[in-house]
Structure formats: structure tokens, C-alpha cells
């Protein structure tokens, strides 16, 4: 079974520019969120998606946002791009949210990098 | 979601077994324990969970103490491709609660041949 793809896997925008970031979840997973992985900050949630639906939000301002398709396929959205916006963004993928048989799995991420 | 405590960094040798500590004393009942490992440049790769038996793979075991406050992972014959960070992270159960995962900063674990 292939896991959790994310594409592309490295990234270099301008300040200013926006992003458009892409996750291919494991078959037959439903939920899909999002991380943002920064030496400072560590490991943070942006937000969930499940049956193309927001499920839950993390604390990031408005510029980034998401969305899933009715395949579970996910992009996530990155406006406004500042260079504290660098970062590792990682996709993670499961069969439900919460549910004590259904790990979440994660992609190998994209490399953003804001000049 | 219950925060949780790691030792920043440990070494273990190689052959050996690592015993990797996590306290959570916030937990609650609907929460279970879960241990991921992030390698260098990788995304964190699922190790482990419980909530409240002792749980073994073929990757780890976890131990959770009867009070559940506490938990170890063990590596039983660590590798050199072991050198990871390692996450314990408390989830929901609950459904609801979807896949807001809270992680801390986690044990950075070198293995020495």
C-alpha cells in the first residue's frame, strides 16, 4: 500500500508570493491534516480535514488555508508568503479522526523556503 | 489534549535495549498514549500506542503504569537506524477530537555502535 504523498517535495518562493501545497492520502483514509515543523516551534497543527469538510483548526492566521477533494486529496494554501513561513509542512493521513484504530500516518513533507 | 514530559536526549548502544520514558500525568481516561519517531528530513513514522495494556509490534513495546501517568517505550535491540526524535504524544479517543495532535519536543535518541 503506498503511503502518504506529498508533492512537490522542495519549495522556493519570494516573499509576497502564494503557495499551493499538495497531499495524496493512503488509500482509503478520510482524514487528512496538516503540520507545519519549524526548529523554534516544533511540531504544529494547521488544521483537519475530513469528508471535505474542516473538522479542526490550529492557531495560524488566515493566509493559510486548505481544502479536500471528494478523492480525499488535500491541498493546502499559503498566501501572503513571510519568511517566517519557512518551514517542513507535513500532511498526515488516517482511516477516522480519534478513533483508537486508526493511527495517523505521515507524509515526508515539503520543504518551503520563503527569500 | 494532556501534555507530556521526555528527557531531551539519550544515548544507547547499539545491540542493547533503549528504554525511552514519557510521563503524562494529566492523562485522561479517553486518552491513549502514542509513540511516533521522526528521522532527519523524514515525516514521523508511527511506532506504538495503548491505553492502558502493555502493547508490543514488531517494532516496540510500550509499558503504561497501572495509574497511566507514566509510560516507557522499549526498543529491544537497537540499531544505529534507530537515531531518531521520539514523540509521546496522549490522543483521543473521541472522534470528535479528529487529529489535533499537541507534540512536545521529544528524546532525541542517538544509538552508538
Known amino acids: 500500500k503506498a503511503g502518504v504523498t506529498q508533492t512537490p517535495r522542495y519549495l522556493i518562493k519570494t516573499r509576497g508570493q502564494q503557495v499551493t501545497l499538495s497531499c495524496s492520502p493512503i488509500?482509503?483514509?478520510?482524514?487528512v491534516s496538516w503540520y507545519q515543523q519549524t526548529p523554534g516551534q516544533g511540531l504544529q497543527f494547521l488544521f483537519e480535514?475530513?469528508?471535505?469538510?474542516?473538522?479542526n483548526k490550529g492557531n495560524f492566521p488566515g493566509r493559510f488555508s486548505g481544502r479536500q477533494f471528494s478523492n480525499s486529496r488535500s491541498e493546502m494554501n499559503v498566501s501572503t508568503l513571510e519568511l517566517g513561513d519557512s518551514a517542513l509542512y507535513l500532511c498526515?493521513?488516517?482511516?477516522?479522526?480519534?478513533?483508537?484504530?486508526?493511527?495517523?500516518?505521515f507524509g515526508n513533507g515539503t520543504r518551503l523556503t520563503v527569500t | 489534549d494532556a501534555k507530556t514530559t521526555q528527557p531531551p536526549s539519550m544515548d544507547c548502544a547499539e545491540g542493547r535495549a533503549a528504554n525511552l520514558p514519557c510521563n503524562h500525568s494529566t492523562i485522561s481516561g479517553n486518552e491513549y498514549v502514542y509513540w511516533y519517531r521522526q528521522i532527519h528530513s523524514q515525516g514521523p513514522q508511527y511506532i506504538i500506542h495503548?491505553?492502558?495494556n502493555n502493547e508490543t509490534n514488531e517494532m516496540a513495546s510500550l509499558i503504561i503504569t497501572e495509574d497511566r501517568k507514566s509510560s516507557t517505550l522499549i526498543l529491544p535491540h537497537a540499531t544505529l537506524r534507530d537515531t531518531a526524535v521520539y514523540y509521546c504524544?496522549?490522543?483521543?479517543?473521541?472522534?470528535?477530537?479528529?487529529?489535533?495532535?499537541?507534540f512536545g519536543g521529544g528524546t532525541r535518541v542517538l544509538v552508538k555502535p
Open positions: 488509500s482509503g483514509h478520510r482524514s
Open positions: 504524544i496522549v490522543r483521543s479517543r473521541i472522534k470528535a477530537a479528529g487529529n489535533k495532535l499537541t
Open positions: 498526515a493521513s488516517s482511516l477516522e479522526g480519534g478513533a483508537h484504530n486508526s493511527p495517523l500516518h
Open positions: 480535514y475530513f469528508s471535505e469538510t474542516q473538522r
Open positions: 495503548g491505553l492502558k
